[in-house]
């Protein structure tokens, strides 16, 4: 998968809107990981992945009114049960001009692991205002949190959770030499997007091909 640009980080930093875009101007095909998660995370469960099992028994209320540090650590070894069946579908890719896949699944010590360069993988996380704010405007908001006794409650657990998320994927990418943006809201979408860009090397690069998808 040479060329493959991978765009990890944490929820609300703007990763599915820079990789939209640089899949329309390069011609890259988009993978992006959250829309097959119910899928990894079934499989994971028939796999007795314990992860899996528990996102798939627990209830609204089982969730999210869990301590947030709890949640955090569960969603980290979440990603490592199912990053088997994100790469599993990257393998089935065959795009003439490359992938640009994002997702919070892209830890950078999986990244690391799995031999991912630095030129390769670049993290994007949200500031806390910055995150709060764009969630709170999502519609889908309280349907996620349906079920829970105190919705408030809830939804601060959430922001924490994903809070300590983006603070150890930015501590991961320090370890590991790779880039990590934080998103403060100060930057545009061209800035976001001019950044990553040039981070993978796209700027000068003008792709045209094909895309196939194996069965």
């Known amino acids: 998968m040479i060329n493959t640009y991978y765009i990890g980080g944490s929820p609300c930093a703007g990763k599915s809107t820079a ?11 988009y993978f992006k990981v959250d829309d097959f998660l119910d899928g990894y995370t079934k499989s994971g469960a028939l796999k007795g992945y314990p992860i899996c099992k528990k996102n798939i028994e627990l ?49 950078p010590n999986l990244m690391k692991q799995i031999g991912i360069p630095g030129s ?7 500031e806390k205002e910055f995150q709060i704010s764009h969630f709170q405007k999502r519609a889908f908001v309280p349907f996620i949190l349906e079920g829970c006794s105190d919705k408030e409650k809830a939804f601060c657990n959430w922001m924490e959770r994903d809070v ?12 590991n030499n790779y880039i990590s943006i934080i998103n403060d809201g100060s930057m545009g979408v061209d800035e976001l997007v001019n950044r990553v860009a040039a981070h993978f090397g796209l700027a000068d690069i003008l792709f045209e091909g094909t895309v196939q998808i194996d069965e």
Not at 164 to 175: N, P
């Open 59 to 107: 209830n609204a209320e089982q969730i999210w009114m869990r301590e947030p540090s709890l949640q955090c650590a569960e969603e980290f070894e979440f990603y490592k049960e199912i990053f088997e069946y994100v790469l599993a579908d990257l393998q089935k890719i065959r795009c003439e001009n490359g992938i640009i896949t994002e997702g919070a699944a892209y830890i």
């Open 120 to 126: 390769r993988y670049i993290s994007i996380t949200p």
């Open 164 to 175: 300590l998320f983006a603070g150890e994927v930015q501590k991961q990418c320090c370890e």
């Open 19 to 29: 990789a939209e875009i640089l899949s329309e101007k390069y011609n890259l095909y």
